[in-house]
T-cell receptor, first 114, second 110 residues
Framework: KAGVTQTPRYLIKTRGQQVTLSCSPI?????VSWYQQTPGQGLQFLFE???????NKGNFPGRFSGRQFSNSRSEMNVSTLELGDSALYLC?????????????FGPGTRLTVT | GQQVMQIPQYQHVQEGEDFTTYCNSS?????IQWYKQRPGGHPVFLIQ?????EVKKQKRLTFQFGEAKKNSSLHITATQTTDVGTYFC??????????FGKGTHLIIQP
């Protein structure tokens, strides 16, 4: 089975711009979660989507949003980028979602905001 | 949100020595998961512990869940260079997704 894929792998944006990141989960997985990883804050949960519905949301401002499509692929969007948004953005898929199931992480998108 | 505290932050060992990382919570955990992230890589699931006092082994790795379900540990016997990376514990059970500890960076000197 193919693993979780994320595109693009690297991205450089300017403050004030917006960005859209894409995640394709493992075939058959219906849950996609997004995490932000920075050296200072570590791995932080952004949101989880299951069957096209946002099920859980972390403590991030409204500039961070996401969606899930009927084929379980997911996108996350960050509007009005700030320097502090520079991070590795990871998506993870699991079979049915929730936190009682192992998560399979993608390679991440490295976002640099200048 | 409620945190999981992970110690130590860094651990230097000589190849062949043992390594242990600890994960502590102030509240009872419904489950704990462990992940490994190699330098430049992404987190990879290692194991999940659910039962009080549970001990699970994977080759040289031993995972324990405390009796009170407030702490967990990962022990690696006779480290090898392939063990290099950051080991994260993560707690679940809430509406906040997985809550990760800050991780323990394992550095191995040959």
């Amino acid at each position: 089975k193919a693993g979780v894929t994320q595109t693009p792998r690297y991205l450089i944006k300017t403050r004030g711009q917006q960005v859209t990141l894409s995640c394709s989960p493992i075939s058959g997985h219906r849950s996609v979660s997004w995490y932000q990883q920075t050296p200072g804050q570590g791995l932080q949960f952004l949101f989880e989507y299951f069957s096209e519905t946002q099920r859980n949301k972390g403590n991030f401002p409204g500039r961070f949003s996401g969606r899930q499509f009927s084929n379980s692929r997911s996108e996350m969007n960050v509007s009005t980028l700030e320097l502090g948004d520079s991070a590795l953005y990871l998506c993870a898929s699991s079979l049915v979602g929730g936190t009682l199931y192992e998560q399979y992480f993608g390679p991440g998108t490295r976002l640099t905001v200048t | 949100g409620q945190q999981v505290m992970q110690i130590p932050q860094y651990q230097h060992v000589q190849e062949g020595e043992d390594f242990t990382t600890y994960c502590n919570s102030s509240t009872t955990l419904s489950n704990i998961q462990w992940y490994k992230q190699r330098p430049g890589g992404h987190p990879v699931f290692l194991i999940q512990l659910v039962k009080s006092g549970e001990v699970k082994k994977q080759k040289r790795l031993t995972f324990q869940f405390g009796e009170a379900k407030k702490n967990s540990s990962l022990h690696i016997t006779a480290t090898q260079t392939t063990d290099v990376g950051t080991y994260f514990c993560a707690k679940g059970g809430g509406a906040d997704g997985l809550t990760f500890g800050k991780g323990t960076h394992l550095i191995i000197q040959p």
